[in-house]
């Protein structure tokens, strides 16, 4: 393969051409409009309306024709890399393809409409996607019932954690300590100190799971529960998860599930079998709804039954009359997390695809799922460093410790696949692994897609070994060619100054 | 490889003690693991401090740490160069990048941590893991 190097700027192709600020095309009188003459009289609108109502000139406002307005932001909108791009391997993210039927249904006029302040009796269609949105995740994950309205997995969390809080507060005494694994996602340990409890990690074993005798040292009286994500951040399953739950329930804890690689179970096993008595979903990483550009996100909570008086209020619930409404009489709740019923819009579209695939659909995603990380890690081991070689899941981390030798980090490798057109894998996460290389290809792959994805992986592989130096100074084919990381944390530059 | 007069952590800091104060760093090996800080929270003078607790956190374009402390004591002085050039933590580890500087409550605490040599075993044996 011939290589990729950066071209002359002169010569760059026109749809390559680097973009300037809207600011920047600026050129003084140029209007985007161009309004008839006026026919009526002239008024003043200082006169009639008082000049401390007058707005004057806004300095730098920039002066552009129509077309040069459409031309910036339809050029802008091509640098975009998407999952309707090409493969985004970003490891714990589930960067899967988001159907267009989803699209189709979020815009039927009574859902896309629907004023949220609207009464019942005029929202039952609505109310009852919400209430089977709702059934549908209690029945994936073998929980009791289910709260839409956190409106991220953050956010589920945070409201998980206030519910074993109110839960254990009401048994007694609301405990003082939450029990995180080392190999955690950042935002569980946020979300555990924003509710009141003291956060303490607990070491991985060597493979890669919890360590049963760590968790028995740790787990006293003092502890509210257990935080636990599975299959973890490695991608591998706690296959000691039913002993992990007893052991948390014997001193009277609680099991919490951060369900953000449930990707890896849909269809073929429930946590509620596990022992787990509070979990997230993210609707947008498992349940197709979009990810990237803001989402919005949502992130349900799913509870055991005796949990199930702490959800958020209100909930969707179906009366005696065949009636849906929403339910705000639940003296127990923690309240209201997420204005209205949360991100509406998310579950509509995680209920047509649930719907779409149907329970045989969900389990053959699932499956897939694991088989393209599996074929993935198989034609990779023999490159890349695999620390923890428990059989992978959904995803897999391998490290760069061999690349390494030759000055080339996990950030290195992730530019160089730019220049191949992949988006990089999720780089030096999870923690407990130097180095780390995190690839999550989900189910939408194809194989001639991860074969391509592999064959850049291995050319790169070749590459640090005959040039390191193409590799450390990648990406070469972008706009923008390798950005000092650090300078820009250092010393941000927040604002564009003329 | 490391200084020898310094005492370390598990958790890669390292204590230097002077009669009843101890100055607090984190070693060459963390600062070359996190890459290139840029970002450090720090405690305010007189804060007290217990052994293995939070003593503040750094931050590189990769990832966000904390650090604890290797003892228990008071903060008599913290290292405020770091506020605009956090990078004295990767160049000089051990000298101008220090971080916190403690009056010791007992300092026969610090037995309970590794030589130089102990830690260069460590940190080998993790590097075999």
Partial sequence: MAKMLKPPSSARPHITRNEDLIFELSAPGKVGADLAPLDVPAASAAEELGAELVRGEIEGFPEVSELEVIRHFTRLSTWNYGVDTGLYPLGSCTMKYNPRVNEVVAR????????????????????????????????????????????????????GILMIRAHLADRGHPRKTILIPDSAHGTNPASV?????????????????????????????????????????????ETDIRKIAELVHAKGGLLYMDGANMNALVGVAQPAAFGVDVMHLNLHKTFTTPHGGGGPGSGPVAVRKFLEPYLPSPLVAHGQDGRYFLDFDRAKSIGRVRSFCGNFGMAVRALAYI??????????????????????????????ALPY????????????????????????????L?????????????????????????????????DAFIEAMRSIVQ????DAELVLKAPHTTRVTRLDETAAARKPVLRWKP | MYPVELQYTKDHEWLRVDESTGTIGITDHAQKELGDIVYVELPKDGERMTAKETLGSVESVKAVSDVYSPVSGQVVAVNSKLQDKPELINTDPYGEGWLVRLRLTDPREAEGLMSSEEYEAYVQGKAAH
């Fill in chain 1, 108 to 159: 039927l006029e009574g859902v896309a409409t629907l004023h949220p302040y609207a009464p019942d009796e005029l929202a039952q269609g609505c109310l009852r996607v919400l209430y089977e949105t709702a059934r549908c995740l209690a029945e994936i994950t073998g929980m009791d019932a289910v709260s839409l309205q956190p409106a991220a997995g953050a956010q589920g969390e945070l409201t």
């Fill in chain 1, 193 to 237: 100190a924003i509710s009141g409890y003291e956060v303490r990690n607990l070491k991985s074993n060597a493979r890669g799971c919890l360590d049963l005798s760590e968790l028995g040292r740790a787990m006293t009286e003092d502890v509210a529960g257990l935080m636990l994500t599975i299959p973890n951040t490695l991608g591998i399953f």
């Fill in chain 1, 355 to 384: 719907l779409a695939n149907g329970a045989e659909g969900l389990r053959q995603t699932t499956e897939d799922a694991v088989l393209n990380a599996n074929y993935v890690r198989e034609r990779l081991k023999d490159l890349f």
């Fill in chain 1, 389 to 416: 070689d428990s059989p992978s899941l959904h995803e897999c981390v391998f490290s760069d410790s061999r690349q390494a030798a030759k000055g080339v980090r996990t950030g290195d490798i992730a530019k160089r």
């Fill in chain 1, 418 to 450: 730019i220049d191949y057109g992949f988006h990089p894998y999720t780089t030096s996460f999870p923690l407990i692994v130097p180095g780390a290389m995190m690839i999550e290809p989900t189910e939408s792959a194809s194989k001639a897609e991860l």
């Fill in chain 1, 463 to 466: 590459e640090v070994e005959e």
